[in-house]
């Protein structure tokens, strides 16, 4: 079935409108809108402040030239919708477009706009400041009553908690910094809300108003009040959605259960937690209490959030709420202790451990750290959660390898939001902490009464929940639910923690309020169990691998390939492989023992590897991680078809290593056809007179791979494709040999292997019609630059600058400035426009920093390479990278560095922008605006490079040297025919001669290249 859209594009403006911008008049104002106002109406605008009467035009474009070029915004009304045409219109006149107001008006940035051109587009109606007043909620003005303590609190004492959106495209740290300096305001967080920072700040409620001075702000509201507790967490756990819990609604509540809780004391006569029944195997709740009866607010606030349940769906039910406990109080800080601790736990039956308390005196994998690690390789089936530390830096223990480590997210509405925990990495550069749910606020058991409850904020209140999550997960499992998404005892089975772990952040999102993901602040992401379960009538499946235990698992240079139909790419692929590594050696300053690395293979051959991530999702053909026990793979829109999941024993340096594997999206685990591929990615570029060697791996998948069947089929120079045979290394692994080729040549390839019941498959998939390619040739370097030493940059200062300009920075420290006076890979020294203390910045004008020339004269091609930096500066400062051959300066890049930024790297195509003369410069310009507007930008490790091709001087294949490979040539093979040579009879240099070298003189047949 298919439909066909048709669209009509306009005809004729009303010439009522062609004038609409030339008179000025006021403006009609109403405080509220009438029953009609409820319809958005062409000649209004809607603020919730105020609707704004615009029937009559107002401001002529020429009338508002003289305020524009300040850094404020206005509203521009359109005659109608706003189109593609339209749009692009405005932009090529220079407006900067922002947020939409009803009707047909934007928000919009002038301050470089082309007021004339603008003025001329007779689709624009009306235009005007953004007025002070549009600014301030009715609301945030007036009070309201407040329903949580902490807000009556704040309410009797005149403050009032304020979320203040900014305008797209501002310096949000220097906005921050100039709303903090407003007498009695205190910053709260900053979180990013449809792609616009929002900042959430206590102040006195008289002093609200004056917020709409500022001109970065859009709008000031109040900050919502809302009662936070358990029994949000259970659904935000589950769906983020209000009260869908389609985990609980399968039946799954904890039931077969146990959790370790080891914390204060938890007060057993709670109605959470009390029973008729003696504590012990029958108790509903607890099935030992390991220490005297105690109770406190935490140990028993924790233990509700777990497993607690009053018998009613509110606070006082956990998220795990049919599991029992065994509990007991924090150990000691060692070894043993917490190793006695978990192990008796473990005789009771505990599979998950729950611990919201550390060491925050050390950053160190220390004896603590250690123990949870020994704990865990000593018991696979076991799951331990740490509350990562409040405080600012990541500590101890959760930086041990193998456990869960928990931050805390803000409650509803802002789970996205980070509420608390320590930022990563550990001290030796693992990704920690992993997992996030709220913990804000969190309402939940309190001790010493019988049925009440108390708020407590921390990543204490976020662990047990993830704690809870986890016993959910385990419970799917050994109740039969995979993969059928029903209860069935026959697909019932014991997962191991890494297969619970794995699953655990295989349901993680992305958390919106935290710049970057993944990051060393959210790890993988908060909790959404039903992103990684599957249940009948959901879009995303899941495959999950369990089978391989430590006992039988990898030891170095071995790998296992599994098939994975990926039937749909509506649904982003999430492959997740954990590990209980080795505990590290005592002493050590690196823990890590054994590394398992995760590959996944598409199915046109694109690599990618656990860990490497770029925007967001995995990058292709990245590196692979060496050092944590968790890897992850995310593709948000994958490629159809048959995948290959590779798991390498890359470094197992102690005993074997097991794994587990959960896999979500639009996926099935069989059958898988049998595919082909390379091991590792050919090169780019292979130097004339080289022959190339071609790892080949053929992943059979569910079927058998047909003898004799893997075949490099090889063109050169255009020609027609030759079969080119294989030697078998392994058992599913092949070595094909590229014979040495010559400038011109232009190389191309594919693979193909022919399954039984598959047939033939080709790598990449459309074989001869879209083949991998080889360039011939040689990349030489005209410099290589990381400014160590002095290779002939010169710098040139606008004479008019007050300060600044480009020096050589130091790294970190020695009182230079630490923001960005680091260079990009810590070799030493960069350029930067602001190296040292103080006032030092390039105020009021461009700053210049040129290259040395480069002879790209002869080159077929050219790259330069370069880290930049730039960060800090007011919306008025540019950055900008040009690129010369001695004519006209050509620009590359030209951005508005607003905002902190980090050191990146790019790589241009000089021919992109000019000819490949020998005078080739490239230029770095930093134009600072006046008034000390601190602007620090920073370039490094500058690489410039041309290609270039010079025929080989031997010519292979041409065995009686006459200069040409002919008959003659063939025929003086064949007398040497299986005899190990290393002349020119011996084409493709492999130190024999033999059928291959009589295919590779046929492919150089001719004569030989001068």
Known sequence: MSSTSHRVRGGSRRAALACTLVATVGLALSASASAQDLVPQNDKLYFQAETVDTAAPVKALHKVRAIAAEPQRFVLQLDGPMSPARREALIEAGVVIGSYVPANAFIVDLSGADLASVEAMGFVRFVDEFRPSWKLSPQVLA???????????????????????????????????????MPGVEFKFTEVIGGQSVVTLEMDRAKVADLAAHSAVQFVEDAPDVDYRNSTTRWIIQTNQVNNTPVYDAGIHGEGQIIGVLDGGVDSNHCSFSDTQPIGPSHRKIVA????????????????TAAGDSGTNNDLRGIAYGAKMAVNTIPSFTESGILQRLNLHHSQGARIHTNSWGDDGTTAYNSLARGFDVFLRNNEDDVVLLAVTNGSVLRNPENAKNLIAVGATQDTPSQASHCTAGIGPTADGRRKPEIYAPGCSTISANDDTACSTTSLTGTSMACPAVAGAAALVRQYYMDGFYPSGMENSLDAFTPSGPLVKATLLNSTRDMTGIGGFPSNLEGWGRTTLDDALFFPGDSRRLVVVDDVRNADGLTTGE???????????????????????????????????????????????????????????????????????????????????????????????????????????????GPTALSVNLDMAAPEIIAPGSSTELTIRVNPGDDMLVGGSTKLQLSIANGSFIEI??????????????????????????????????????????????PLQIGVGEFAIELMDNFETDTGWTVSNDPSLTAGGWARGLPLGGGDRSDPATDSDGSGQCFLTDPNDGDTDVDGGPTILTSPAFDFSGSLDAQISYDRYYGNSDISDTFAVEISDGGPWVTVENVNPNGASTWTTRTINVADFVSLTSTVRIRFVASDSPNNSVFEAGVDNVVASGFSCESAAACLGDCDANGVVNFEDLVAMLFVFGSDDNGMCNADQTGRVDFDDLVTALFLFGPCPK
């Open 289 to 304: 209490y390991n220490n005297s009866f105690s109770t406190s607010s935490h140990g028993t606030h924790v233990a509700g």
């Open 559 to 669: 790998s296992v390939d599994y098939g994975l139909n990926v039937d749909g790419s509506g649904e982003p692929l999430r492959i997740t492989m954990a590990f209980y590594d080795v505990p590290g050696a005592s002493g050590a300053s690196n823990p890590v023992v054994n590394n398992v690395d995760l590959v996944a293979i598409s199915p046109s051959g694109t690599t990618y590897r656990g860990n490497n991530f770029s925007g967001g999702q995995s990058a292709p053909n990245g590196s692979a991680d060496a050092i944590n026990s968790v890897e992850q793979i995310l593709v948000n829109n994958p490629e159809q078809g048959g995948w290959t999941v590779r798991i390498v024993g890359t470094a197992v340096n102690s005993g074997t290593q097991g794994y587990a594997i959960a896999a979500s999206g639009a996926v099935s685990d």
């Open 725 to 770: 045979g294989t030697t078998q290394i392994s058992e599913n692994v092949f070595r094909g040999t590229i014979p040495p080729v010559d400038c011109g040549d232009d190389p191309r390839f594919f693979l193909q292997a022919e399954g039984v019941t598959t047939g033939t498959v080709f790598f990449p998939p459309a074989g001869a019609a879209d």
């Open 143 to 181: 009070g309201r009553e407040y329903t949580s303590e902490d807000r009556k609190l704040l309410d009797m004492a005149g403050r009032v908690l304020v979320n203040v959106t900014l305008f797209e495209n501002v310096n949000v740290a220097d906005a921050e910094r100039k709303l903090v300096q």
